[in-house]
């Protein structure tokens, strides 16, 4: 018992030392760019002016056949794709299939500007998610080495666990001897700080795997929802056969109307609204209400009547009403970037990807030191013969 305990830690200390070095530079890239996203949102609204919209007192926000067409006018040639209301003090947002959105007063209708959906933070994106190699390799690579990273992060934790817990033992495994040499503070810094931020580290991991492997979807939705099978997705299409139909944006208003009050619980003006185009006969109109954060909710409507249709999927049914396996689905993205509770959890996660980031430059000193320690070591001499 104790040889298969002792090769099951020396196969640890292996695994957490050669994949980590393998690995080390795509988990640090990761690491590094999630950082930087996690502030994404308060520092773009700090850098674009048009993403933001003075609410005057008593004024009430304007529906999408007032906003639209002049979001169109400042994109001839486009129609519309989407248009996502936000919290009170906050523009529109109206996309087209293109690389450009334009923000709207929704009060006044005034275009506030047409902004680049391609920046500093969409190129970060494209860091965390795919590390700037086309996207479906640069996927695959990091969600297979996030799966490593988990793991990394599980052989670390028994690497920190003290042999024995004893006042010496518990102090260097909780504590960072400042006062000690660069390899010291260097060794803490990978020990002490990794295991303060496991937790969420382990989650930003498992989050990010989730959003990526269906294979981990499907059995974490079973075992989260009690033993349910995860409903496939279904966009249920509008009646082409309607001889009564109304005139498109009639229908879009309504359904903005509704989502706003009536569908949104709790009561939300943040609301996706899906436009399908002149050509998208069959499409239906979908919406999302309660966007700012984990409880939001899908319905769709026939584009021609305005009817509610059954859409199949885990972000159909009301927040209220779902299972834990759906709201888990649902509050994954939240979760992973540390929305979850507004700023507090922001800064954690801002705190905690730094780190991680830090854990592969860490280790590898570590590692670089012993190795130099090595082949510093004196060979040993051969002992001479003694004479008889």
């Known amino acids: 018992m104790t040889t298969m305990k002792s090769a099951l830690l020396k196969f640890n200390a292996w695994f957490h030392l050669w994949i980590g070095i393998v690995t080390g530079t795509i988990v640090f890239i990761v690491s590094i760019t999630g950082c930087i996203l996690v502030f994404e949102s308060d520092l773009r609204d700090w850098l674009i002016p048009e993403r933001m919209a003075k609410a005057p007192a008593g004024t009430a926000q304007l529906p999408?056949?007032?906003?639209?067409?002049?979001?169109?006018?400042?994109?001839?040639?486009?129609?519309?794709?989407?248009?996502?209301?936000?919290?009170?003090?906050?523009?529109?947002?109206?996309?087209?299939?293109?690389?450009?959105?334009?923000?709207?007063?929704?009060?006044?209708?005034?275009?506030?500007?047409?902004?680049?959906?391609?920046?500093?933070?969409?190129?970060?994106?494209?860091?965390?998610?795919?590390?700037?190699?086309?996207?479906?390799?640069?996927?695959?690579?990091?969600?297979?080495?996030?799966?490593?990273?988990?793991?990394?992060?599980?052989?670390?934790?028994?690497?920190?666990?003290?042999?024995?817990?004893?006042?010496?033992?518990?102090?260097?495994?909780?504590?960072?001897?400042?006062?000690?040499?660069?390899?010291?503070?260097?060794?803490?810094?990978?020990?002490?700080?990794?295991?303060?931020?496991?937790?969420?580290?382990?989650?930003?991991?498992?989050?990010?795997?989730?959003?990526?492997?269906?294979?981990?979807?499907?059995?974490?939705?079973?075992?989260?929802?009690?033993?349910?099978?995860?409903?496939?997705?279904?966009?249920?299409?509008?009646?082409?056969?309607?001889?009564?139909?109304?005139?498109?944006?009639?229908?879009?208003?309504e359904v903005w109307r509704k989502s706003v009050n009536e569908l949104s619980v709790p009561k939300s003006s943040q609301v996706l609204i899906g436009i399908p185009e002149d050509d998208e006969r069959e499409a239906s109109i979908y919406t999302y209400v309660n966007m700012e954060g984990a409880f939001y909710t899908g319905y769709y409507f026939d584009q021609y009547s305005g009817e509610k249709l059954q859409a199949g999927g885990v972000d159909v049914v009301p927040y209220q009403q779902a299972n834990f396996g759906s709201k888990w689905r649902r509050m994954n993205y939240s979760l992973h970037t540390g929305l979850i509770l507004g700023l507090p959890t922001k800064i954690i996660y801002f705190l905690g990807s730094l780190i991680a980031a830090s854990l592969p430059i860490t280790g590898f000193l570590i590692w670089w030191g012993k190795k130099k320690k090595q082949k510093r070591k004196p060979a040993k001499r051969p002992q001479q013969a003694v004479a008889r």
Do not use: C
């Open 64 to 253: 999408p056949s007032v906003l639209v067409p002049a979001a169109e006018k400042a994109m001839p040639g486009y129609h519309v794709h989407s248009i996502q209301y936000h919290k009170p003090g906050k523009a529109a947002e109206i996309t087209f299939h293109s690389d450009s959105v334009v923000y709207v007063n929704p009060y006044t209708a005034e275009v506030n500007g047409v902004v680049n959906k391609i920046d500093f933070f969409s190129y970060m994106e494209q860091g965390h998610v795919t590390l700037w190699l086309p996207h479906k390799v640069g996927t695959q690579v990091v969600l297979w080495s996030t799966l490593i990273f988990f793991f990394l992060l599980l052989t670390g934790l028994v690497l920190w666990w003290p042999k024995k817990w004893n006042r010496h033992n518990i102090r260097n495994a909780f504590t960072i001897l400042w006062k000690g040499k660069f390899k010291r503070v260097n060794y803490d810094l990978h020990n002490v700080l990794g295991f303060y931020t496991l937790p969420v580290t382990i989650l930003m991991a498992f989050t990010g795997i989730y959003m990526g492997f269906g294979w981990i979807q499907k059995p974490f939705y079973w075992l989260t929802s009690g033993g349910e099978s995860m409903p496939a997705y279904y966009e249920p299409p509008s009646d082409t056969t309607n001889v009564n139909a109304l005139e498109k944006f009639k229908v879009v208003d």
